[in-house]
């Protein structure tokens, strides 16, 4: 593969310092939009940690308690994207994100509630409507605040709030759900609940309060207004369906992280149950074990990442951003392959310390790149078609493939732990997939970004 360097034609300076916010605005709304992408991925997928108890305690099947907790989630969280993606392209950014924020975690601490599986799939409904709003809300008012120069970097900043909030939805939750803590006392005093419907309490609270926060405290910027391209009228849906068809590198951009999620994230779904059947472990000890490396391997791979593609010597060339990704996930597709073959405790949780920061390190960038391939007033309906495809992926199919796979692994006499390791087995070598679009999506990357923001990139050989 032949490298080539490339210079970035930017806004004149003078333009650009008067329109950029001051650094102190733009860093306090980057900590606001991280707290948001945090609540995200805490309530999203603390399903996931306190799956098996949910499915004893209502008498589901595998396939059964992913379809009641992920799929009704997922549907509206993919029916009401582009609904609201369509208005945040068009209307007060800042007004929507906080009102999903607190719709979200309303319907959050309602799941503590659930009696059965309909009422508790009713509000994983409200939380799916919630959550469509916050990312490409979040994305779209970043790209506000910080130039083309920058938003590789701030995305990847932003995309810190995924190890967090899956730090919370593993370790902290499944503590939580074990009755150790403050946290476990509090929602026991506060809810009368304990176990996993203390769970669902706890996490759901904060956001109603970061809510009212960036609804009071963050100023919504002009649209467009760090870009060449700051002025153009508000395209029609099929307008920016046609324009984003055209760019064949965000196509490819998308299916690649679409395919990263499927692996990554759909693998991780299944994880915490499989250390529970597979080694005897409680929810906590499987959040004790893999909370780590939520927290400490993936702010790590994230931070290192965005150290990276910030130096000027690498970030010349944004199609060595692209290329960076497609060998991380393809050399970590590896270990998640031996994760769930293995019978041995100490080499998965070896596995785990490298699989598990590989599903992190992606996100930033690709949100970033996503969006200097977007005009201004695309960026969001950009966005809601990246989560489309990615929710599609890690939160309807994998669960559903997985969910099927096991129950029909198990009909063939497996038990429930071995039907579990065949069918995640299944799904782990899709990370060559995901490599194999990585490396597509740079062929037209400098001319796509050109013709999406006005920047001209000239590429010069080295």
């Keep these: ?166 730090w919370l939805a593993a370790q902290f939750a ?36 970061v809510g009212l926060l960036i609804y009071l405290t963050v100023r919504e910027p002009k649209r467009g207004q760090l870009d060449l391209k700051s002025d153009e009228p508000h395209p029609s849906l099929g307008e920016t369906v046609r324009f984003l068809w055209g760019q064949k590198s965000a196509v490819n951009l ?44 993936g702010i790590g791979a994230t931070v290192l990442t965005s150290w990276l593609i910030a130096q000027p010597w690498f970030f010349r060339d944004p199609r060595r951003i692209v290329w960076l990704m497609g060998w991380g996930v393809g050399l970590a597709t590896i270990p998640s392959i031996v994760i769930y073959y293995t019978h041995s405790l100490e080499l998965t949780r070896a596995m785990l310390w490298i699989f598990v920061p590989a599903i992190y390190f992606y996100i930033g960038p690709c949100f970033g790149m996503l969006n200097n391939l977007s005009p201004p007033p695309m960026r969001a309906l950009f966005c809601a078609s990246t989560l489309l495809a990615a929710n599609l992926g890690n939160l309807i199919l994998a669960p559903t493939i997985g969910g099927w796979l096991s129950g029909l692994f198990a009909s063939g006499h497996a038990n429930s732990a071995e039907s579990l390791r065949l069918a995640l087995l299944c799904i782990a070598p899709s990370g060559f997939w995901a490599t194999y679009h990585y490396f597509t999506c740079t062929r037209t990357m400098l001319q796509d970004q050109e013709r999406a923001t006005g920047v001209k990139i000239c590429a010069e050989a080295t």
Aim: proline residues 5%.
């Design 254 to 297: 998308m299916l690649a992280s679409a395919i990263t999620a499927f692996w990554g994230w759909g693998l991780m779904w299944f994880t915490p149950t499989f250390l529970q059947r597979t080694y005897g472990m409680t929810v906590g000890e499987a959040g004790d074990l893999t909370g780590p490396m939520h927290l400490y391997g």
């Design 174 to 209: 499944g503590e939580v759900a074990d009755g150790q803590g403050w946290a476990a006392h509090a929602a026991t005093a506060l809810a009368g609940t304990t176990g996993w419907r203390s769970v669902f309490i706890v996490l759901g609270a904060p956001g109603i309060v």
């Design 1 to 166: 593969m032949s490298a080539k360097a490339a210079t970035i034609a930017s806004p004149p300076a003078q333009v650009a310092a008067e329109r950029r916010p001051s650094t102190l605005a733009s860093w306090y709304v980057l900590l606001m939009m991280v707290l948001v992408y945090t609540l995200s991925i805490a309530d999203r997928y603390v399903i996931s940690t306190v799956l098996e108890p949910i499915r004893l305690e209502l008498g589901l099947s595998d396939l059964e308690v992913n379809l009641a907790a992920g799929l009704p989630l997922a549907i509206f969280y993919l029916a009401f994207g582009f609904p609201l993606s369509w208005l945040i392209d068009r209307g007060n950014r800042r007004n929507i994100v906080s009102i999903c924020l607190i719709i979200w975690s309303a319907m959050t601490m309602l799941c503590g509630k659930a009696k059965f599986a309909l009422q508790f799939s009713m509000t994983r409904i409200g939380v799916g409507i919630g959550e469509a709003g916050g990312t490409p809300g979040a994305n779209s008012i970043l790209s506000d605040y910080f130039p083309s120069q920058l938003r590789p970097m701030a995305l990847t900043v932003f995309s810190l709030g995924a190890p967090i909030g899956a």
